[in-house]
């Protein structure tokens, strides 16, 4: 289906100009054991004016307030777009995230993040089934390899010189290990810091980089990201739904001036599914594992404080609060793009966690972005540069 929304990343080419976070919301469908035990539904989806609306039961009045009508029998919100119960991966990708991905390719950096209660769908909709024996782009495939996929399409079809390297982090109690760097005895527990560098913004020390040639190859790394996610985890389910990991990928390549000059330019995308919603209401808690959790909450709780601060316009805004916000500052209020995938449960055992997302998500609505196209470099000045970090990756290695 062709997006119905203007597309944003020509307005925001022009400096200075505005370009609000997009927050679209897709509704999973019951799943078998909700079907078997007859538990009712309570979301209706109305994919064509782009609502969501959550029954309560009751009858009355109505109210309207910004794209969100509220009676005693429902509360409805609007977004930029709604993905219902039997949405395709297919169709959240072309509507949601290929307007981010020829963003990037276009020079910007662009941020995806999926926000939801745990089980709803956050995983399904960035990764999908990504078992090792799936094809790479079966129909469950999700954002992430659809994204790894139109980008080798493209610079393949304009036979560009390009380079794509991938990075895989997870944040898990306010600590970043890399997914991708096993160390010899296959675990992660290696701790990553996250530094201020004046040049790039915030950066994690000592982050595997890895370079990828085709869709399949960068399919691969992902798989061995999620394996080594679940091999450390005690309890795999705790584990993700306290847990926030960080797909990157930067994305080089040459084009020619007008006079013959060749240089490199650069775009970036992160895909980012963070740990379950429901994390933040456990935050008083004092056991040892909901103050892992309260942790946790620490990045949750500091991003809803985040978007509270955009929202409201204050002067303050408290990234530094949290890892989270640190590491994607640029993507809240700052020179990216950014689309937030909302995902909800249809169950009425659900509706409270469901009504807490739409409302948090509803207020997203309201950031404000500054994108900006990323600089280009001469060609000797990129060399150049490579040549450095190979210098320093080297004398790191021998030191
Ligand atoms: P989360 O990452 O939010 O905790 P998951 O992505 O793991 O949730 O989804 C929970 C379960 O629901 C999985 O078995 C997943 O395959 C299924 N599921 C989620 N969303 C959908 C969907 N839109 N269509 C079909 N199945 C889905
Ligand atoms: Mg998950």
């Known amino acids: 289906m062709a997006s119905r929304r203007p597309d944003a990343g020509d307005r925001a080419r022009r400096p200075g100009s505005t370009v609000r976070v997009s927050v679209v919301l897709r509704c999973r469908p019951l799943n078998a054991n909700e079907r078997a035990e007859k538990v009712p539904e309570v979301i209706t989806v109305d994919e064509h004016a782009r609502t969501m609306a959550v029954?309560?039961?009751?009858a009355g009045t109505s109210t309207t307030n910004g794209g969100k009508r509220e009676t005693s029998e429902s509360k409805e919100f609007a977004f930029d777009d709604v993905f219902g119960t039997q949405s395709t991966q297919e169709r959240v990708y072309d509507s949601a995230v290929r307007p981010m991905v020829k963003d990037v390719l276009e020079g910007m950096n662009c941020t995806v993040f999926a926000y939801g209660q745990t089980g709803t769908g956050k995983t399904h909709?960035?990764?999908?089934?990504?078992?090792?024996?799936?094809?790479?782009?079966?129909?469950?495939?999700?954002?992430?390899?659809?994204?790894?996929?139109?980008?080798?399409?493209?610079?393949?079809?304009?036979?560009?010189?390009?380079?794509?390297?991938?990075?895989?982090l997870e944040l898990y109690n306010e600590k970043i290990t890399d997914l991708l760097g096993a160390s010899t005895d296959g675990t992660n527990a290696t701790e990553h810091a996250l530094m201020e560098d004046g040049k790039n913004g915030v950066v994690v020390k000592g982050l595997e980089e890895v370079y990828v040639g085709s869709t399949e190859e960068a399919f691969a790394v992902l798989n061995r990201g999620n394996a080594l996610r679940k091999t450390e985890a005690t309890d795999i389910n705790a584990h993700s739904s306290r847990s926030h990991s960080v797909f990157s990928v930067t994305v080089h390549w040459t084009d020619v001036s007008p006079d013959g000059e060749e240089f490199v330019r650069t775009g970036k995308l992160n895909l980012v599914d963070l740990a379950g919603s429901e994390n933040i209401s456990r935050s008083g808690a004092k056991d040892k594992r909901a103050k892992e959790a309260g942790a946790i909450n620490t990045s949750l709780v500091a991003l809803g404080r985040v978007i509270t601060a955009l929202?409201?316009?204050?002067?303050?805004?408290?990234?530094r609060d949290s890892k989270l916000t640190r590491l994607l500052?640029?993507?809240?209020g700052g020179k990216s793009r950014t689309c937030i995938i909302a995902t909800v449960s249809p169950a009425s055992h659900s509706v409270e966690e469901t009504l807490s997302t739409l409302e948090y998500a509803h207020r997203a609505k309201n950031i404000k972005n500054s994108p900006v196209v990323n600089g280009k470099k001469s060609k000797s000045d990129f060399l150049n540069e490579m040549q450095r970090c190979i210098e320093h990756l080297q004398a790191d290695l021998l030191a």
């Open 125 to 168: 909709t960035m990764s999908g089934a990504h078992d090792a024996e799936c094809d790479v782009l079966s129909s469950e495939a999700g954002v992430i390899p659809r994204a790894m996929s139109h980008i080798f399409e493209h610079l393949k079809s304009k036979e560009l010189e390009h380079s794509v390297k991938v990075t895989y």
């Open 311 to 319: 929202v409201d316009k204050s002067v303050h805004i408290p990234y």
């Open 55 to 58: 029954a309560r039961g009751g």
């Open 329 to 332: 500052r640029d993507a809240l």
